[in-house]
């Protein structure tokens, strides 16, 4: 803009009151001219009038002077119209009260008033509007003015608008900020976040937890749904992450289905994973994207500071590895970080190296766990359940594999080999017993599927009624039509489609209409929540069995292990029931024997009621008593207590304080005492860890440990100290 200072050029002069109320223009009229001054000079300076009279009204630039005490004494109305006020309300009111005072934006800078009463001469000074309904920018330049004896006699100066560079420029710093799909912070701004909330909080010893969450099968709806509906899929995570964290600026996508929680101040495991728990929950509903419904998951890895890494670079990396720990257990989970997990996150890569050679080693195998009918008792089926034997490790569980495998894609040779193998074996037993092979999302994807499927009924000679295959909700996320298809290809083979793990996240009824399933088979988590006392899923399971019976499918309950459970289940009418109070998986011989002994009648026998979960385990950990530490081992922990091996005759009553490694600290009492085994009560109830194991709710600060030498007197608990013992171990 360089008319303005084109303008100030303009020679200046005497400056008082009464020229001022003739304007700008008055004053440039007021020029003293010698005699004689010719009539082209006249001319001039009112072409240059009209011409200043032009440029203001076309709203480019604006003109203002002040008197000596900086009130304003000429202004340009345009200008003033736009602030709000006609340009006659304005005079006389101090110039700098038209702008916002600078501490609301550019603090570098130095401030008009600052200026102004060093009657200082200042360029393009950005200003915003003080004025209501004034948000525009402003560039203000101004010069001292000095009359005839050299003294200050006020100001003028020009303006132009620059709310739109302004604008196009914090346009700008918002891109490299903010993530432009959801609003989100993104990497670049977080990670600056963390590293300064983690230094201050380093000082203050305050704790901060980090989440970090990986969508699930998000490839699978970009893949198929394109692109956009990709897009309004994270906006719509977003704002479900928005509303569970509350605070915007915390919540940061870092590039493509990954996302960053900042939580300072919480250190608390039970809240974190509630947190973490519902962030899952809400995410894995379903979505509607440009008229689809889809469904993913979520992962959640969440580390806490000073606990699990000081700096960033640690937090982020620990939250990492607990993030895939969670993903590996079977996806839709949370972990904290422990450091076990880098031993795990290595033991995982050897196991998807050895899942490479299971098959031809011969360590897998199929076990057949049976499907009764739950008035009878009468076994009506059975279902195929994989099984590797390690060659060092014994067993391992198929939730730990079967993941392991889809993401490998050797999902596809087991999956095979188990369709085989069943179809096979139960060609082999006398009598009508039904199989049941459990399918993977990823095989049902697949438009080989049905080829390969009508090979094991061939190979067999099984017939298709008999065999039955196990689909899990998440197929429904995928192409509707492709969905379609695929069912009606299976169904045409003749074979039975059954629903399974029917209550685990994204249930909807709505599906359940229109899929040709045979049977649906409700979650053991389901039924497990519907004994606590307050849960509506016992009603929900109602729900469930007569829309069954509706639609001509059968039901079955799985995972049932007590008796409560089961007089639940039957009073709901569920009509079949899977689970340890019938029987676990047994080998294919089995089954052959019951067959041929005629009909196969099994006497439900469990637990009365369902214990809080237990844990069978050895893990050596310390109990710590008077100025003693002891090497024990727990054998079996819930959240409320455990069993201990390792000291010998310990008086009931007694009190310990066992510590778990890392901070894990819980007081406990013996409640029962044999030779050399105590059951023991912890005074704080331990927290889900979010991947089947227990933790401590909370753990000692690295900075109490530091500062108190010894763990139990940060627990304010000293009736245990100990002194050397803490610092010899
Ligand atoms: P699923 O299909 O829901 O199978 C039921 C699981 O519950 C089995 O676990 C079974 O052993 C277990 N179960 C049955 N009754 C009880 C009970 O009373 N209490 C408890 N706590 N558990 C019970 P398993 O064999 O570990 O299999 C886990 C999952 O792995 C299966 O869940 C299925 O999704 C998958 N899977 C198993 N075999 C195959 C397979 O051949 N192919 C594929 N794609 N997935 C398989
Ligand atoms: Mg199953
Ligand atoms: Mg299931």
């Known amino acids: 803009?360089?008319?303005?200072?084109?303008?100030?050029?303009?020679?200046?002069?005497?400056?008082?009151?009464?020229?001022?109320?003739?304007?700008?223009?008055?004053?440039?009229?007021?020029?003293?001219?010698?005699?004689?001054?010719?009539?082209?000079?006249?001319?001039?300076?009112?072409?240059?009038?009209?011409?200043?009279?032009?440029?203001?009204?076309?709203?480019?630039?604006?003109?203002?002077?002040?008197?000596?005490?900086?009130?304003?004494?000429?202004?340009?109305?345009?200008?003033?119209?736009?602030?709000?006020?006609?340009?006659?309300?304005?005079?006389?009111?101090?110039?700098?009260?038209?702008?916002?005072?600078?501490?609301?934006?550019?603090?570098?800078?130095?401030?008009?008033?600052?200026?102004?009463?060093?009657?200082?001469?200042?360029?393009?000074?950005?200003?915003?509007?003080?004025?209501?309904?004034?948000?525009?920018?402003?560039?203000?330049?101004?010069?001292?003015?000095?009359?005839?004896?050299?003294?200050?006699?006020?100001?003028?100066?020009?303006?132009?608008?620059?709310?739109?560079?302004?604008?196009?420029?914090?346009?700008?710093?918002?891109?490299?900020?903010?993530?432009?799909?959801?609003?989100?912070?993104?990497?670049?701004?977080?990670?600056?976040?963390?590293?300064?909330?983690?230094?201050?909080?380093?000082?203050?010893?305050?704790?901060?937890?980090?989440?970090?969450?990986?969508?699930?099968?998000?490839?699978?709806?970009?893949?198929?749904?394109?692109?956009?509906?990709?897009?309004a899929l994270l906006k719509q995570v977003a704002e479900r992450l928005l509303k569970i964290v509350g605070d915007k600026e915390m919540v940061s996508r870092l590039g493509g289905d990954e996302f960053q929680i900042i939580l300072p101040d919480i250190e608390d495991r039970g809240e974190l994973g509630e947190m973490a728990a519902d962030i899952i929950a809400s995410l894995t509903q379903p979505y509607s994207v440009e008229g689809s419904r889809c469904i993913i998951g979520a992962s959640v890895g969440v580390a806490i500071a000073p606990f699990d890494g000081q700096s960033s670079d640690d937090l982020v990396r620990n939250a990492d590895l607990a993030l895939y720990a969670a993903k590996g257990n079977g996806r839709g989970r949370f972990a904290f970080y422990s450091s076990d997990l880098h031993q795990a996150a290595e033991d995982r890569r050897v196991l998807e190296e050895d899942l490479r050679d299971a098959l031809t080693r011969g360590e897998i195998s199929i076990g057949y766990q049976p499907v009764v009918n739950a008035g009878s008792n009468v076994v009506t089926g059975v279902e195929a359940l994989i099984r590797w034997t390690h060659r060092d490790r014994g067993h391992i569980s198929p939730a730990l594999f079967v993941p392991i495998a889809e993401e490998t894609n050797l999902i596809w040779p087991l999956g095979e080999w188990v369709l085989l193998k069943a179809c096979e074996d139960a060609a082999s037993w006398p009598g009508e017993m039904r199989v049941a092979v459990n399918v993977s999302p990823i095989q049902f994807a697949n438009p080989e599927l049905p080829k390969v499927v009508a090979r094991a009924l061939a190979a067999s000679g099984l017939s298709p009624d008999r065999l039955e295959l196990e689909i899990t909700e998440s197929v429904f996320l995928g192409d509707t039509a492709e969905t379609n298809r695929m069912f009606k290809a299976l169904k045409d083979l003749g074979v039975r489609l059954a629903l399974d793990d029917f209550g685990t996240g994204y249930s909807s009824l709505g599906y359940l209409q229109s899929a040709p399933f045979d049977k649906i088979k409700i979650d053991q988590s389901f039924v497990r929540g519907a004994t606590e006392a307050g849960s509506r899923n016992g009603a929900i399971i109602a729900a469930i069995v007569a829309l069954a019976e509706a639609l001509d499918m059968e039901t079955t309950a799985e995972g049932i292990e007590s008796l409560d459970q089961l007089a639940l289940v039957r009073k709901l009418n569920v009509s079949h029931v899977q689970g340890y109070i019938y029987s676990k998986p047994v080998p294919s011989a089995e089954v052959v024997r019951h067959g041929e002994a005629g009909s196969w009648t099994i006497k439900p026998s469990g637990p009365a009621r369902q214990r809080n979960d237990r844990f069978s385990m050895f893990r050596k950990v310390t109990a710590i008593h008077d100025n003693h530490r002891y090497a024990v081992v727990i054998r079996n922990l819930s959240a409320t207590g455990a069993f201990i091996e390792g000291i010998l005759d310990v008086p009931i009553g007694t009190r310990f304080v066992i510590d778990f490694g890392e901070g894990q600290l819980v007081t406990a009492t013996v409640r029962r005492s044999t030779k050399h085994q105590q059951g023991i009560e912890f005074e704080q109830t331990m927290v889900s860890d979010g991947n089947g194991g227990l933790c401590t709710r909370h753990r000692v600060s690295p900075y109490l440990i530091a500062a108190a030498a010894q763990p139990t007197s940060a627990l304010a608990l000293p009736t245990f100290t100990t002194t050397e013992d803490w610092k010899a171990a």
């Open 1 to 231: 803009m360089d008319m303005p200072s084109r303008i100030e050029c303009v020679e200046p002069t005497e400056h008082g009151a009464d020229e001022s109320q003739r304007g700008f223009f008055g004053l440039i009229g007021t020029r003293r001219r010698k005699p004689g001054t010719d009539a082209a000079a006249e001319m001039q300076t009112r072409e240059a009038l009209l011409l200043l009279r032009n440029y203001e009204e076309s709203g480019r630039g604006w003109f203002w002077s002040t008197d000596t005490e900086g009130r304003i004494t000429y202004i340009t109305d345009a200008v003033a119209q736009m602030m709000g006020r006609p340009a006659a309300s304005l005079i006389g009111t101090p110039f700098v009260e038209l702008f916002l005072p600078a501490d609301s934006h550019d603090e570098r800078q130095r401030t008009l008033p600052f200026l102004m009463t060093r009657q200082s001469k200042f360029d393009d000074l950005p200003l915003r509007g003080a004025f209501e309904g004034d948000d525009r920018w402003w560039a203000v330049s101004g010069r001292p003015q000095l009359d005839a004896n050299g003294r200050f006699a006020g100001y003028r100066g020009s303006g132009i608008d620059i709310t739109a560079q302004r604008r196009s420029a914090e346009d700008a710093s918002r891109l490299a900020l903010y993530d432009s799909l959801t609003g989100l912070a993104n990497r670049f701004n977080i990670s600056k976040k963390l590293d300064s909330t983690l230094a201050a909080f380093s000082q203050q010893q305050r704790p901060c937890a980090i989440m970090l969450l990986d969508l699930d099968r998000f490839k699978q709806v970009n893949d198929t749904l394109g692109h956009p509906a990709g897009d």
